[in-house]
């Protein structure tokens, strides 16, 4: 069983408009509204590449009520903890450039954090557990890695966080993390600029405790450390329509090709191949577009590049 979860989901309201005049009223061109977060966008990439999974985490009021909802009119499979207060609305304003306000996020309250340790008590070998996403302020940086330290043997877990939650997060020896180049660059307080930095930086990551590390780097492609090699994968060509959800479904095309093959060279190509087809489309990937975009992808070894940066 996969189990995603999304401590701080939102309301994603995307709002497009040809001329944004500040200080006046403005009327949009076009609007959506849907159902967001880093893990839930896990839970929906899975079930378009053919995996169900049940998605956890905190949902308030009637924003989480949308929230709920939407998952269910997709088939998805939500099992919620119900807080006080409104899940968070997050506006994506589009003219051009993309501006991004997000909302303030409920309050959550110890009791909240004890039931979702109570259910992932339920887990059992053989399950994984994807973690993603920010933590709300009302909760401990070490979530994660509380969570992490708490579940069963056997179960496998995968991190997509940043700042300190990803740092107490890798010292609990997670099975892969994947923070992209400006997230690993803030963990030791530089920029990641090339292929080597992060192979470099990815390593440090890896002998905090992280068994495997994904890194990407948008259009430059992406490096993948295993305990055995290190692996680089270029982005196929497409035109950039929209990155929100893009990183989320790196992790979810990775872990559907992982499920089926236990390959992990074959599940980072798939990972690249969706969080491109995801970039390439105003939604998430599909099943036929990642089976086609793996075919531009190249994975090779470092010292088959040489052991260049780029």
Same mark, same amino acid.
């Given at each position: 069983?996969? #189990?995603?979860?999304?401590?701080?989901?939102?309301?994603? #309201?995307?709002?497009?408009?040809?001329?944004?005049?500040?200080?006046?009223?403005?009327?949009?061109?076009? =609007?959506?509204?849907?159902?967001?977060?880093?893990?839930?966008?896990?839970?929906?990439?899975?079930?378009?590449?053919?995996?169900?999974?049940?998605?956890?985490?905190?949902?308030?009021?009637?924003?989480?009520?949308?929230?709920?909802?939407?998952?269910?009119?997709?088939?998805?499979?939500?099992?919620?903890?119900?807080?006080?207060?409104?899940?968070?609305?997050?506006?994506?304003?589009?003219?051009?450039? =993309?501006?991004?306000?997000?909302?303030?996020?409920?309050?959550?309250?110890?009791?909240?954090?004890?039931?979702?340790?109570?259910?992932?008590?339920?887990?059992?070998?053989?399950?994984?557990?994807? $973690?993603?996403?920010?933590?709300?302020?009302?909760?401990? %940086?070490?979530? !994660?890695?509380?969570?992490?330290?708490?579940?069963?043997?056997?179960? %496998?877990?995968?991190?997509?966080?940043?700042?300190?939650?990803?740092?107490?997060?890798?010292?609990?020896?997670?099975?892969?993390?994947?923070?992209?180049?400006?997230?690993?660059?803030?963990?030791?307080?530089?920029?990641?600029?090339?292929?080597?930095?992060?192979?470099?930086?990815?390593?440090?990551?890896?002998?905090?405790?992280? $068994?495997?590390?994904?890194?990407? $780097? @948008?259009?430059?492609?992406?490096?993948?450390?295993?305990?055995?090699?290190?692996?680089?994968?270029?982005?196929?060509?497409?035109?950039?329509?929209?990155?929100?959800?893009? /990183?989320?479904?790196?992790? /979810?095309?990775?872990?559907?090709?992982?499920?089926?093959?236990?390959?992990?060279?074959?599940?980072?190509?798939?990972?690249?191949?969706?969080?491109? @087809?995801? @970039?390439?489309?105003?939604?998430?990937?599909?099943?036929?577009?990642? %089976?086609?975009?793996?075919?531009?992808?190249?994975?090779?070894? !470092?010292? =088959?590049?040489?052991?260049?940066?780029?």
């Amino acid at each position: 069983m996969i #189990y995603t979860i999304t401590l701080n989901p939102s309301v994603d #309201y995307i709002v497009r408009l040809d001329d944004l005049k500040t200080g006046l009223v403005n009327t949009v061109d076009e =609007e959506t509204k849907i159902a967001g977060g880093k893990g839930v966008n896990v839970t929906k990439v899975l079930k378009r590449l053919g995996h169900d999974s049940t998605a956890l985490g905190f949902v308030g009021g009637f924003t989480g009520q949308f929230i709920e909802q939407s998952l269910k009119d997709e088939s998805l499979h939500p099992h919620f903890i119900h807080v006080e207060g409104d899940t968070r609305i997050n506006i994506k304003l589009k003219n051009g450039e =993309e501006t991004e306000i997000n909302g303030l996020s409920p309050m959550i309250s110890e009791g909240n954090v004890k039931k979702l340790l109570q259910q992932l008590s339920q887990t059992v070998a053989g399950d994984i557990v994807v $973690m993603a996403g920010s933590v709300p302020t009302s909760i401990d %940086q070490n979530i !994660y890695s509380n969570i992490l330290k708490s579940l069963p043997d056997g179960v %496998q877990a995968i991190v997509d966080t940043k700042g300190k939650a990803l740092e107490e997060a890798v010292k609990a020896k997670p099975f892969l993390v994947k923070p992209n180049h400006h997230e690993l660059g803030d963990l030791f307080g530089v920029e990641i600029t090339s292929v080597k930095d992060a192979v470099e930086y990815g390593k440090k990551v890896q002998q905090m405790g992280a $068994m495997n590390v994904i890194v990407s $780097m @948008a259009g430059d492609g992406a490096v993948l450390i295993t305990s055995n090699e290190i692996l680089f994968g270029n982005v196929p060509v497409g035109k950039v329509q929209n990155s929100v959800g893009a /990183g989320d479904s790196v992790v /979810g095309g990775f872990l559907s090709k992982y499920i089926e093959t236990e390959n992990l060279k074959e599940a980072f190509q798939s990972g690249i191949a969706a969080g491109s @087809a995801s @970039a390439f489309s105003t939604g998430f990937c599909t099943a036929e577009e990642v %089976q086609e975009l793996r075919k531009q992808i190249r994975v090779q070894t !470092y010292e =088959e590049m040489g052991g260049r940066g780029i």
